[in-house]
């Protein structure tokens, strides 16, 4: 699989996209004014304590106060009551016995503020590099469950206990350390004690809601996450942003170097590989397949919904086969579209009923395929007894859209507004209302064009009876900077 990393970089925005045979697979989005804290280690003090929540509320500088679960707390040995590898085994003590209100802590970012919600964050830290995860705080010695080869996992496991026996704190080995050479996992171990050194003293320094560390730059975060053996090259289009990718290669990644490519183009380099479109299209509710059914994908504050529809698509053989065919091919679209669109939490898919057992097999084993190659977490379970697929896929940061976009001022994020009936006879109503509470002659009525255009038109008899049983005149204006639900009811 040919596989790119594009790089678009702007005064007040960096954005990267992830191309896979000449398809966006992923899209991510930095502005100078919105960066992303995922990462970052503040020093905090406890704001709040929430017993029944079994949370905490932590000051860290953010606009919003952090949210701080018992289970993100590092708890004492005696406290820590695990009694097997299942969670439901832990017995989690009370967030009173681990934190109280005016303590100092430092904590770490784990999710992003979402909407309403204020940044979740944990005390225990992590500190990533390009081929491990250093964990201080415990001594843990674990290896990505992505890499599968049983004998390339016991040659990490054997080579991180030779290499850190005196150096406290645990490790994660990451995916791309699968066959690296001693040498480039000790570079990273010791970069990785001196960041945690920094971390220490600025800790001691540091005041309240003040930053102590700070996640790389997107750009230096994509060539730290998203490379992998099979990436074939890094393009991207700011020589100043190449060059601090280059330096940054040659201290940590030196065998990446040459795969770097500085993209000097008339053309943006976003345009050149269709990405511009891509991100429109993933901007809408709509998705088409090839088959000529569709996707229509709806984000709300709880979950996503994707539902499937067969549109066009006749088939050739029977119904069976065509439904068929058409979830197979939604599956790989719905994979591809929870990556380009960052669609996180609770998922639901309603794919099209399917009578045949072997096919809902195949539909799930394809869904789960395309989604082998997602960063995020996920966790997808078996069609439920209504025929639909419920998933999860971690969410860390805002979907592509909640980035992107604002919600409509004309329906406040409803995705509908009144209609120009339903105005109408509002308008009704208020007149009526205002005539009953104030003494007026004459009544003047502004609106959007639409509504008066249909009550001078459609209405016209109403109004006269309404005049007539009211004993008022009314007359209506037509304002064009209404907004269709807006009007103005004025006594003259």
Known sequence: MSEEILVNVTPRETRVAVVENGIAQELMIERSSQRGQVGNIYKGRVQRVMPGMQAAFVE?????????????????????GVTGDSPASVVLPSITELVHEGQE???QVVKDPISSKGARVTTQLSIPSRYLVYLPQTDVLGVSARIEDEQERERLKALMQSLVPEVPGGYIVRTNAEGQPDSAMAEDIDYLQRAWAGVRDACAQSRVGERVYEDLPLP?????????????????????????????AERFMPDLVSRIEHYPGPRAIFDL?????????????EVPLKSGGHLVIDQTEAMTTVDVNTGSFLGQRNLEETVYRTNLEAAQSVARQLRLRNLGGIIIIDFIDMADAEHRRQVLRTLERGLSRDRARTSVHDFSPLGLIEMTRKRTTDSLARQLCAPCPTCGGRGHVRSAETVTYEIFREITRAVRQFDARRLLVMAAPSVVDRILEEESAAVAELEEFLGRSVR???ESGYLPEQFDVVLL
């Open 60 to 80: 860290i500088g953010l606009r919003r106060a952090a949210f701080l679960h018992v289970s993100d707390v590092i708890r004492p040995p005696q406290t820590a």
């Open 105 to 107: 802590l430092v904590v």
């Open 220 to 248: 230096l975060r994509a060539l730290r996450d998203l490379t992998r053996a099979d990436v074939e090259r890094v393009r991207v289009d700011s020589r100043e942003t190449y060059d601090r990718m280059r330096d940054f």
């Open 273 to 285: 590989y269709g990405i511009e479109d891509e991100i429109q299209r993933a901007l809408l509710k």
């Open 476 to 478: 209506f204006q037509s």
